[in-house]
């Protein structure tokens, strides 16, 4: 029918005005995201082992773990980074590791100027302490 693409957008334009909104008032108003949202990743250094799993799972390299000995020969995480610029969010480092040390954040702000700043450091060991850093 001739006219019918002007009929449809003149509708969503009503709708814009006057209707129901079907645009979302960011960044004044906060998405609702889904549980199961995959935003940065997230690690707790308590329950990972350093045990590589989730690195080797990792189709695009994007995750590296340090770790070193200790005295009584097992082995610590030293530290743990995520270049998250490389990530296709596949959640195959998530669902590979056996202690559930890895998780999925819910936020997606994650745009930045310089490349090397989406290189995340989820955790860092110095001399002094302990140093956990947030993605
Ligand atoms: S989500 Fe996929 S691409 Fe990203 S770090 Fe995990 S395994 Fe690698
Ligand atoms: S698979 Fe889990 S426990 Fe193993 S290194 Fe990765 S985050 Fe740590």
Redo the contacts with the bound molecule.
Sequence with gaps: MFGRGLIKGLRTTWHLGLGKAITEQYPERRPKLPPAF?GS?SLDPQKCNACGL?AR???????IVDSERGEDKKRYLSAYT?K?G?????????E?CPRGALHWLPDFELACYRFKDTEHVLYKRNPEGEVSKGA
Excluded: M
């Design positions: 995959h990743l989730c799972a990792c189709p695009n390299n994007v995750i995520v998250l490389q990530c296709l969010f596949c959640g195959l480092c998530v590979s």
